[in-house]
């Protein structure tokens, strides 16, 4: 059972970043599947009816994965019937009435699974993640750190990156870099901790350090709109022109619709009403000149403060992956 890891990564943000539900699902039911083979293998004589339960978790996870959620409701129904004392079910029950946005009974069943094992680190970190999207980070911390202290949890930096991830979202940044760089020094290719570190150096103004991250982000993860929007504004600063053209026309192409092309869109436009502002006070034009440059600058005002807006979501939604890791999805362990 202390193989059992999952990572519910937020995504974020999702979380992290352009992460949906399904995709989510999809590293989840395959980290799952993973453990789930592992325990088929050590259990092989174990009694019939956890033989059943095993095996009903198994096919709840896929049906989660593919979308199929009453699928998978049923099956791991049918787990629990099979085995009451099967704590994964229980934690996988938590994940699945999370995304079908159950909160109570998704608490419900993750409190089941740690009644049952206290020391499960995947149930502590699934609910840990799941406290923290409720809005209670200190309970949610306790949980995080739980699983990370837990000397028989083999992936720690799951459960460090989460606790940065909620630090972060609420507010506590310090706090979350601490987190972040725990995460990393367990395993320097955890995809949240990356992205979440790029955007913190980016807030700080620290554009190299945040282009770096980044850059290690892109090694082991595939671009996200958000990470897309980060990317640019990163360029935008350090003046990389073959970089901003390639991350701009990404954007456009791959995520169309989404905020972040607003944003961008935004924000170009917002460069060529500077750029005629420019030009107007240097021809030296007319009062009525004159009126035209204060429209733009009111214009101007709105596009900044959208802009900061985004960026405020644009924080937030590397959470769901909070962990929605990688493809952006919560992660089971």
Same mark, same amino acid.
């Given at each position: ?104 009974? #998704?608490?419900?069943? *993750?409190? %089941? &699974? !740690? ?7 995947? =149930? $502590?970190?699934?609910?840990? /993640? ?45 706090? #979350?870099?601490?987190? *972040?760089? %725990? &995460? !990393? ?7 949240? =901790? $990356?992205?979440?570190?790029? /955007? ?134």
């Amino acid at each position: 059972m202390n193989n059992w890891i999952v990572i519910f990564s937020v995504l974020a943000g999702i979380l992290t970043s352009g992460c949906t539900p399904l995709s989510a699902v999809s590293m989840i039911g395959s980290t799952i599947s993973r453990t789930v083979e592992k325990e088929q293998q050590k259990k092989a004589q174990a009694p019939a009816h956890h033989r059943v339960a095993v095996t009903n978790v198994n096919l709840g996870v896929e049906y989660m994965r593919q979308g199929y959620y009453e699928k998978a409701l049923d099956k791991l129904n049918r787990a629990v019937d099979a085995d009451p004392d099967y704590a994964l079910a229980y934690n996988a029950l938590g994940v699945l009435y999370q995304l079908l946005n159950d909160p109570l009974t #998704a608490e419900t069943n *993750f409190k %089941k &699974s !740690l009644k049952i094992d206290k020391n499960n680190s995947p =149930a $502590l970190n699934n609910y840990g /993640q799941f406290l923290c999207k409720q809005d209670r980070y200190e309970e949610a911390e306790e949980y995080f750190l739980a699983a990370a202290n837990n000397p028989l949890y083999s992936t720690p930096e799951i459960a460090y990156a989460n606790a940065g991830s909620c630090a972060y979202l609420n507010g506590y940044t310090d706090v #979350a870099v601490g987190y *972040f760089e %725990k &995460s !990393l020094s367990n395993n320097p290719a955890i995809p949240l =901790a $990356l992205s979440q570190m790029a /955007q913190i150096r980016f807030d700080a103004g620290e554009y190299a350090m945040a282009d770096d991250f980044l850059d290690r982000y892109l090694m082991i993860s595939r671009h996200t709109a958000r990470s897309l929007w980060l990317g640019i504004r990163i360029q935008r600063q350090l003046g990389d022109l073959d970089k901003l053209a390639s991350y701009s026309l990404l954007l456009r192409n791959k995520f169309p619709g989404t905020d972040e092309v607003k944003l961008f869109n935004d924000s170009e436009a917002y460069a060529a009403r500077s750029k005629l502002k420019k030009s107007l006070v240097e021809s030296g034009r007319g009062i009525s000149e004159k009126n035209k440059l204060n429209k733009v600058v009111s214009v101007e005002n709105t596009a900044v403060s959208s802009e900061a807006s985004g960026l405020l979501v644009d924080a937030g939604l590397s959470f769901y992956p909070m962990l929605l890791e990688g493809s952006e999805l919560l992660g089971i362990d």
